[in-house]
């Protein structure tokens, strides 16, 4: 038996990246799946890489009339929804956070943040709570502390550590809901942070490299899963052992 035969994951923002390695990750592993993203044809290209377990819908993730059209279709094609990922995130701005433009901060967490939050409400709506589901978020290590030069992104990914644990104290016993604090793994979201000088970034690493979509993927099936039935409202970082500093 695998781990999520019989089940149906959403996973937003998932046509490359973090999100597809999760999507592959579920399919092995028995799940069905429903990838979103806002372009059509990578999009339809990565939902064809799955294979028939494989679903699509695109748009823009923090638009309601997007996220209605892909819980109509969940409602009328399947039982009901088990686990959802709320892998979308951007990082539009660089910079000290006081020079960051307000119409840009608040688009960040209107992606980042209440997005999640909306996500996670219609997903509740659409049965999760009738069938023990699970819900991770995927925030980053820049939610964790200070994170120079994504300042602002950084906030709304610390907000979104604090989400899951309002999340996970308010749907339990019948969700859990956890999130995932990865560092540098090499996307085209984080290739401006390594690119031309990957094996100087990767040396601040303790275990030698940068990490890759799959480094995310395990820990976040680890946590939808049952092996993780008691594990709720926790945020796993993922960065190489980069948070290990000597003290003194
Ligand atoms: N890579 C890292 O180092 C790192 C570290 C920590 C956390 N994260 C987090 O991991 C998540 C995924 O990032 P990634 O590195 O996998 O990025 P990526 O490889 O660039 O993939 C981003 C995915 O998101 C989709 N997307 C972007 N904006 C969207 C929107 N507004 N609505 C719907 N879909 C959207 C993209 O497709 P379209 O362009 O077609 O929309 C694509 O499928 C983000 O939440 C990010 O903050 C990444």
């Given at each position: 038996?695998?781990?999520?035969?019989?089940?149906?994951?959403?996973?937003?923002?998932?046509?490359?990246?973090?999100?597809?390695?999760?999507?592959?990750?579920?399919?092995?592993?028995?799940?069905?799946?429903?990838?979103?993203?806002?372009?059509?044809?990578?999009?339809?290209?990565?939902?064809?890489?799955?294979?028939?377990?494989?679903?699509?819908?695109?748009?823009?993730?923090?638009?309601?009339?997007?996220?209605?059209?892909?819980f109509?279709?969940?409602?009328?094609?399947?039982?009901?929804?088990?686990?959802?990922v709320?892998?979308?995130?951007?990082?539009?701005?660089?910079?000290?956070?006081?020079?960051?433009?307000?119409?840009?901060?608040?688009?960040?967490?209107?992606?980042?943040?209440?997005?999640?939050?909306?996500?996670t409400?219609?997903?509740?709506?659409a049965?999760?709570?009738?069938?023990?589901?699970?819900i991770?978020?995927?925030?980053?290590?820049?939610?964790?502390?200070?994170?120079?030069g994504?300042?602002?992104?950084?906030?709304?990914?610390?907000?979104?550590?604090?989400?899951?644990?309002?999340?996970?104290?308010?749907?339990?016993?019948?969700?859990?809901?956890?999130?995932?604090?990865?560092?540098?793994?090499?996307?085209?979201?984080?290739?401006?942070?390594?690119?031309?000088?990957?094996?100087?970034?990767?040396?601040?690493?303790?275990?030698?490299?940068?990490?890759?979509?799959?480094?995310?993927?395990?820990?976040?099936?680890?946590?939808?899963?049952?092996?993780?039935?008691?594990?709720?409202?926790?945020?796993?970082?993922?960065?190489?052992?980069?948070?290990?500093?000597?003290?003194?």
């Amino acid at each position: 038996m695998r781990r999520f035969d019989g089940k149906l994951a959403l996973i937003t923002a998932a046509s490359r990246g973090i999100g597809f390695a999760i999507a592959e990750r579920l399919v092995a592993e028995g799940a069905r799946v429903v990838i979103t993203a806002r372009k059509e044809e990578p999009l339809r290209a990565a939902a064809a890489r799955l294979g028939d377990a494989a679903e699509w819908v695109a748009g823009r993730a923090d638009d309601p009339e997007h996220r209605a059209e892909v819980f109509s279709r969940i409602r009328e094609r399947h039982a009901g929804l088990d686990l959802l990922v709320n892998n979308v995130g951007i990082n539009p701005v660089y910079g000290p956070v006081l020079e960051v433009d307000p119409a840009a901060a608040r688009k960040i967490l209107e992606v980042n943040v209440v997005g999640a939050l909306e996500w996670t409400r219609d997903a509740v709506a659409a049965g999760l709570a009738e069938r023990q589901g699970s819900i991770v978020n995927v925030s980053s290590i820049a939610g964790t502390g200070p994170s120079p030069g994504i300042a602002f992104y950084g906030v709304s990914k610390a907000a979104l550590i604090n989400l899951t644990q309002q999340l996970a104290s308010e749907l339990a016993p019948a969700v859990r809901v956890n999130a995932v604090a990865p560092a540098i793994i090499k996307t085209d979201f984080a290739k401006a942070l390594y690119d031309g000088r990957e094996a100087e970034v990767a040396a601040q690493f303790p275990l030698g490299r940068l990490g890759v979509p799959a480094d995310v993927a395990g820990p976040v099936a680890f946590l939808l899963s049952d092996d993780a039935a008691w594990i709720t409202g926790r945020t796993i970082v993922i960065d190489g052992g980069g948070s290990l500093r000597p003290i003194g």
